[in-house]
């Protein structure tokens, strides 16, 4: 421990209004008391005022009201920032949880007897509704982990201390983990995620990672400049997803779906596919391209857009595709006579 941390230290101790021996101060620090006594008088020079009584039962204390004491807030200014850690609490993984936890108990600490007892179980009176899962686009579905809360946590620190934070990246896509030394910027959560923003040491571009596929997060010691002119708010609304598919189309298997023009108008709408690549292609006919060819991904697509919706690439999935499409063909113009052999059962009232 160096003076400036010790200094500290023995700052804190004396903000309770007792005196606290020279004797404690140095075992609690294992210095000597000569040391305690030097320690003392650099706090003396900076103008901290300390108060000393000497004697057996002499020792140190701040001088009355040198320390501001806590803000005070008002019953409602309470609830509503109870209200608020309710709403963060609903996305499942919360920045610095167990800090948010502290400060609650604190907040809770802080309200009058009166209404201690009702806004303590704050669940009983703010309910949040959870997102219903994301059928469509099932990749988006993430179960919270300990690795996800670290990944989350230590990018958080990163960017309160200015630091740069090493981790691997796991794409389930390309089935690989990738070593990444980032900047940390910002943060944001979007439809039950976590997504951690900052510029790619190696690449020098701003990129944006889900949390939950963040592994080994660790602050390393180097020290970056933030940029002053970042804010998370120019990647909401779609925009990191919209520069991250340009990207891919760089680094990635393209898919091509032929699709009509009201098709095209429902997909614009999504939040996803939207920001895919959309090209006119003759008469009545749109052609748009998505930068991946996962299976799970590009074939529900189609068979959700229905008729007038035609896979052209890649040429595997289309053989896929049409096998299914046999299959199920198939079945329906078997279902008839089956269902017509079956035993009628008579309803129930319910």
């Not at 010790?6 to 021996?21: E, Q, Y």
């Not at 409602?76 to 948010?100: H, I, W």
């Not at 959560?189 to 571009?205: E, I, K, N, P, S």
């Not at 189309?249 to 959309?278: C, G, M, N």
Request: with cysteine; glycine share 6%.
């Amino acid at each position: 421990m160096n003076p400036i941390e010790r200094a500290l230290g023995i700052l804190l101790l004396m903000t309770g209004g007792k005196l606290v021996p020279a004797t404690y101060l140095a075992e609690r620090f294992q210095v000597s008391l000569r040391t305690i006594y030097r320690d003392i008088d650099r706090l003396i020079a900076l103008g901290v005022p300390v108060d000393a009584e000497r004697g057996a039962e002499g020792g140190y204390r701040l001088a009355s009201g040198y320390l501001q004491p806590p803000v005070a807030l008002t019953r409602n200014e309470t609830a509503a920032l109870l209200s608020a850690m309710a709403l963060s609490r609903s996305s499942r993984t919360v920045p610095l949880a167990d800090d948010l936890a502290s400060a609650e108990k604190k907040l809770l600490a802080s309200l009058p007897k009166a209404v201690h007892g009702l806004l303590k179980q704050a669940d009983r009176i703010v309910g949040i509704e959870p997102l219903p899962a994301d059928i469509f686009h099932s990749g988006t579905k993430a179960d919270p982990s300990d690795a996800w809360q670290l990944a989350l946590d230590g990018f958080m620190c990163g960017i309160l201390e200015s630091k740069r934070v090493r981790f691997d990246h796991v794409n389930p896509a390309r089935k690989t983990v990738k070593a990444h030394d980032v900047e940390p910027y910002g943060i944001m959560f979007d439809r039950d995620l976590w997504y951690l923003a900052g510029r790619c040491v190696d690449t020098g571009v701003l990129k944006v990672y889900r949390a939950d596929r963040v592994r080994q997060l660790e602050i390393s010691g180097l020290f970056f400049r933030p940029d002053k002119m970042f804010s998370v708010q120019t990647l909401l609304g779609g925009a990191w997803l919209s520069d991250a598919m340009r990207r891919w189309e760089q680094e990635e298997a393209i898919a091509k779906i032929l699709i009509t023009p009201a098709q095209a108008r429902k997909l614009s709408a999504d939040w996803y596919y939207r920001h895919a690549v959309f090209t006119p292609a003759g008469e009545d006919k749109i052609l748009i391209s998505i930068p991946s060819t996962d299976r799970g991904r590009i074939l529900p697509l189609v068979r959700w857009l229905g008729p007038g919706a035609e896979l052209l690439e890649p040429m595997d999935l289309r053989q896929d595709l049409a096998e299914e499409l046999d299959a199920l063909s198939t079945l329906y113009r078997e279902a008839p006579a089956k269902a017509a052999a079956m035993p009628k059962q008579s309803a129930e009232k319910v």
